[in-house]
T-cell receptor, first 113, second 114 residues
Framework: DAGVIQSPRHEVTEMGQEVTLRCKPI?????LFWYRQTMMRGLELLIY????????DSGMPEDRFSAKMPNASFSTLKIQPSEPRDSAVYFC???????????FGQGTRLTVV | QQQVKQSPQSLIVQKGGIPIINCAYE??????FPWYQQFPGKGPALLIA?????SEKKEGRFTISFNKSAKQFSLHIMDSQPGDSATYFC?????????????FGKGTKLSVIP
């Protein structure tokens, strides 16, 4: 398996634009997590899904952020409209049911100018 | 409220030294404590993990020490090598919740000098 795949690896956008980050979890993994990493706040959990259903979105900073998982092999994190303070590295991770290890993708570095 | 506090923020040691990274948690419901290692441009990867029923766990050169009464745990790297230079994150989760939702410390950037 190729691991968790995220795209794009880098994204530069202008303030106010819509940004969509994509994630393909490891096949067979039932849990999918979206994290945001910044120097100030470290790794923060934004939202997680179990069997494609959002379970906890309490970490989503505000209504500008939304996440979907239309099927077991794909998830998106959307920011609309984007702001400079959204600049960060966004990670997707997946985990199998009953497992303890979360497998992370390589991340998307988002820069909002 | 930061539930897992990690220190130091950065650490520089010479090759062969034993860096120690410390973490403290507040929530006594936490019962799974992993450490993740992250290299530049990569996602975090599981390094080693411990449950509170043991006080120490070793895997190769990496050791976790766990003090349940003090709500603290630490990572020791024996005979550190330049290839160990990375950012290390401690984390904690509650297994009973099913999701093993991880709460991370803020990370320690380790540099091992040749």
């Amino acid at each position: 398996d190729a691991g968790v795949i995220q795209s794009p690896r880098h994204e530069v956008t202008e303030m106010g634009q819509e940004v969509t980050l994509r994630c393909k979890p490891i096949s067979g993994h039932d849990y999918l997590f979206w994290y945001r990493q910044t120097m100030m706040r470290g790794l923060e959990l934004l939202i997680y899904f179990n069997n494609n259903v959002p379970i906890d979105d309490s970490g989503m900073p505000e209504d500008r952020f939304s996440a979907k998982m239309p099927n077991a092999s794909f998830s998106t994190l959307k920011i609309q409209p984007s702001e400079p303070r959204d600049s960060a590295v966004y990670f997707c991770a997946s985990r199998p049911q009953g497992g303890t290890e979360a497998f992370f993708g390589q991340g998307t570095r988002l820069t909002v100018v | 409220q930061q539930q897992v506090k990690q220190s130091p923020q950065s650490l520089i040691v010479q090759k062969g030294g034993i860096p120690i990274i410390n973490c403290a948690y507040e929530n006594t419901a936490f019962d799974y404590f992993p450490w993740y290692q992250q290299f530049p441009g990569k996602g975090p990867a599981l390094l080693i993990a411990i449950r509170p029923d043991v006080s120490e766990k070793k895997e190769g050169r990496f050791t976790i020490s766990f003090n349940k009464s003090a709500k603290q745990f630490s990572l020791h790297i024996m005979d550190s090598q330049p290839g160990d230079s990375a950012t290390y994150f401690c984390a904690a989760s509650i297994s009973g919740a099913g999701s093993y939702q991880l709460t991370f410390g803020k990370g320690t950037k380790l540099s091992v000098i040749p």
